[in-house]
Each structure stands twice: as structure tokens, then as C-alpha cells.
């Protein structure tokens, strides 16, 4: 077995894919409107989704978006309870992309971390919220010199 994709559902589907495509650098794949099957998939006989696929650069993660209506009411991500999850990236450079995004109006836990301990002790972590309140964790390396690259 392989990975896929992971999927969120969003509120607002372009408002969602301008922070994973302008913000993070994520690459538009796809974009579709779901079939009659759906219902019975979902559970929900009188939903219909609309789904976005994303790519980071190297292809290697795929994130699908799915706006489904109606909506139903939601778990706050942001407070990172049970029924909740979030997104992790690595390979860059945390603090310029953390400065992108809050310049960019995207808010975040917190500034970034320097951790003292773990497997990122030396390096840079910092968890963004995007538009739905989901959160999206960037880790930096230590000793990672790859700024240039996000």
C-alpha cells in the first residue's frame, strides 16, 4: 500500500487554495466537480463536492480539496483536539515563509520555535493556520541550507 493523497474540507475553496498555492508553493493538479456516486460514498444522499488537487514541487505529497455542500457544522482544527490533524512540511526555510504568510495576512500559533530537545533541536518549527483554522506545521532542519528553496 501507498499514500495518495490526504484531503481537507474547506469552506471556501479558492480562499483555501491561494494559501497552499500562493503561500506554500503547492502545484494545482486538478479541479472537479463530483459525480452522482458521492451521496452514497458520503453517506450524505444530497451532497455535492467539489475537489481541488495539489502537489508539492517534487510530486511527493498530494492534498486534495473538497468543498462539500451543504456544509455541516465543524470541530475548531486550531485547537488541535481528538478529530482533528494537521499538515507538516520540511525543507525550508521556516522563518522567511512564516514572514511570507503573516505578511500575506495568514495567521499563526505562534512566532517560530528554536526547539532545545527532540529531533529538531537546533533547527525551526512553527505551526500556520490556514484558512479553516487547520494546522500547518513547517520544519526546518537543523544544519538544513536550503533557503533558497521555499
Given at each position: 500500500m501507498r499514500?495518495?493523497?490526504?484531503?481537507?474540507?474547506?469552506?471556501?475553496m479558492e480562499r483555501?487554495?491561494?494559501?497552499?498555492?500562493?503561500g506554500?508553493?503547492l502545484?494545482?493538479?486538478?479541479a472537479?466537480?463530483?459525480g452522482?456516486?458521492?451521496g452514497?460514498?458520503?453517506?450524505?444522499?444530497?451532497?455535492k463536492?467539489?475537489?481541488?488537487?495539489?502537489?508539492t514541487?517534487?510530486?511527493?505529497?498530494?492534498?486534495?480539496?473538497?468543498?462539500?455542500?451543504?456544509?455541516?457544522?465543524?470541530?475548531?482544527?486550531?485547537?488541535?483536539?481528538?478529530g482533528?490533524a494537521?499538515?507538516?512540511?520540511?525543507?525550508?526555510?521556516?522563518?522567511?515563509?512564516?514572514?511570507k504568510m503573516t505578511?500575506?495576512?495568514?495567521?499563526?500559533?505562534?512566532?517560530?520555535v528554536?526547539?532545545?530537545?527532540?529531533?529538531?533541536?537546533?533547527?525551526w518549527?512553527?505551526?500556520?493556520l490556514?484558512?479553516?483554522g487547520n494546522?500547518?506545521?513547517?520544519?526546518?532542519?537543523?544544519?538544513?541550507q536550503?533557503?533558497?528553496?521555499?
Open positions: 499514500h495518495h493523497h490526504t484531503a481537507l474540507h474547506v469552506t471556501d483555501s487554495a491561494r494559501f497552499y498555492v500562493d506554500l508553493g502545484t494545482r493538479l486538478d472537479w466537480t463530483s452522482p456516486y458521492i452514497e460514498l458520503y453517506g450524505r444522499p444530497n451532497v463536492v467539489k475537489a481541488m488537487l495539489l502537489a514541487g517534487d510530486g511527493a505529497f498530494r492534498l486534495e480539496l473538497a468543498h462539500a455542500e451543504p456544509l455541516l457544522p465543524a470541530v475548531d482544527p486550531s485547537e488541535a483536539q481528538p482533528t494537521h499538515l507538516a512540511f520540511t525543507d525550508i526555510d521556516v522563518r522567511q515563509v512564516y514572514a505578511a500575506l495576512g495568514y495567521e499563526a500559533v505562534s512566532e517560530p528554536a526547539p532545545a530537545s527532540g529531533p529538531i533541536a537546533g533547527g518549527l512553527v505551526y500556520l490556514d484558512p479553516d494546522r500547518v506545521e513547517l520544519i526546518q532542519a537543523p544544519g538544513w536550503g533557503s533558497d528553496k521555499s
